[in-house]
């Protein structure tokens, strides 16, 4: 009772809860909301680095995602945090990084090669995703880095990639082709116009062969019925 001075069951266990809450709530007003931002820019031009090759200790990032993490206070959702701040800053760095440098890429180089260099900076960068943003459930942060990079880097340039569709056919590059579609089919309904050409071009290969076949046949009918005609002369 409360009389007695009796501690009732789970009470140090709810004090310790309480104030745990208490001083991460005052670190974050105090201390972290006023270095966030810089922590977070300081991560984002170490991703920077990385993409040009530079080499660091990645576990700086991480450290940086981490207390996001870590030092949410919103039980409801323990990542409301680290998802407006981080995750938005590492998406958005992302984007701007391939505006840029996806463009450059493909007026230097083509869309033949074009094709090859999205494929791999997708892959890439779904990789770097794993190291430094956060996963797991509840979290959707790959996903939509994901979505993020199909649309700087396939989206965008779907009326260039569709146009290159015919002549891979038509010259039977079937491994540039297979990077082609799986490109756009990260893209909605992105695979129907490269399989409308590649049935256009059965319908117009099989006329073609069978305007051959009559022309073949038309001749050797022809040639038959003038020696047959000469014979029985």
Not at 8 to 19: T, W
Not at 66 to 92: M, P, W
Not at 103 to 118: K, R, T
Not at 159 to 183: A, M, T, Y
Request: proline share 2%; aromatic share 8%; with cysteine.
């Amino acid at each position: 009772s409360s009389g007695s001075g009796t501690v009732a069951p789970g009470a140090p266990q709810r004090d310790g809860i309480y104030v745990q809450r208490l001083m991460l709530l005052l670190w974050n007003e105090t201390i972290f909301s006023q270095i966030r931002h810089r922590l977070q820019q300081s991560a984002m031009k170490l991703v920077h680095s990385e993409r040009n090759g530079e080499a660091f200790d990645s576990q700086l990032v991480i450290g940086v995602r981490e207390s996001y993490v870590n030092l949410n206070t919103d039980s409801k959702d323990r990542l409301s945090i680290y998802k407006e701040h981080f995750e938005t800053a590492y998406i958005e760095a992302t984007q701007r990084h391939y505006e840029a440098h996806s463009s450059e890429f493909l007026s230097q180089n083509g869309i033949l090669m074009y094709m090859d260099y999205a494929e791999e900076k997708m892959k890439e960068e779904l990789e770097r995703g794993l190291r430094y943003l956060e996963q797991g459930a509840g979290c959707d942060s790959q996903q939509r880095l994901l979505k993020t990079l199909v649309g700087v880097l396939v989206e965008h340039y779907m009326d260039q990639l569709v146009q290159e569709c015919p002549g891979l056919i038509r010259s039977n590059q079937s491994k540039k082709l297979e990077v082609l579609f799986r490109l756009v089919d990260h893209v909605q309904k992105g695979v129907d116009p490269l399989l409308k050409a590649l049935e256009e071009h059965i319908r117009t290969s099989g006329l073609d062969d069978m305007k051959a076949c009559a022309e073949t046949i038309t001749t050797v009918s022809c040639k038959r019925i003038m020696d047959w005609g000469s014979w029985t002369g």
